[in-house]
C-alpha cells in the first residue's frame, strides 16, 4: 500500500507494516507507519472511510479509550458549615487574609 512520509515522501510499505488505532471516546481514527529511508515513525489522522480501506487491507486496527481519572482521593476531615463560615470571615480579615495568601506563596 502507498503511504507518504513528510520528508521522504510516497513509498509501498507493507499492510502489515501499519497500525491503525481508533479512539473508541472520540473516534478519532489515525494510522502510523515507520518510514523505509529516514526510519521516523509517520502518524496520519485518517477518516472512518480510510480506515476501512485500511482495515480491508489487513492492516490491524487497536481499539483504545481515554483513560478514566479516577475518583480524587480526599484526605482530612470533610469540610462543615462553620469551616465555611470561618472562611468567609477570614476573607473579610485583612491580617488573616495577607497571611493565607503568604503561606500560599512559595
Ligand atoms: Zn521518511
Not at 496520519?44 to 487491507?57: F, G, N, P
Request: charged share 25%; net charge negative.
Amino acid at each position: 500500500m502507498k503511504v507518504t512520509c513528510p520528508t521522504c515522501g510516497d513509498q509501498e510499505v507493507s499492510p502489515g507494516d501499519v497500525l491503525a488505532r481508533v479512539c473508541v471516546d472520540t473516534h478519532a481514527s489515525e494510522y502510523h507507519f515507520t518510514c523505509n529511508f529516514c526510519d521516523a515513525t509517520v502518524v496520519k489522522t485518517c477518516t472512518q472511510q480510510i480506515l476501512e480501506a485500511l482495515s480491508s487491507l489487513k492492516v490491524k486496527v487497536d481499539f483504545w479509550t481515554i483513560p478514566r481519572v479516577g475518583p480524587r482521593v480526599h484526605i482530612g476531615a470533610d469540610i462543615t458549615d462553620s469551616d465555611v463560615l470561618d472562611f468567609r470571615e477570614g476573607l473579610n480579615d485583612e491580617e488573616r487574609f495577607e497571611q493565607a495568601l503568604s503561606d500560599l506563596a512559595w
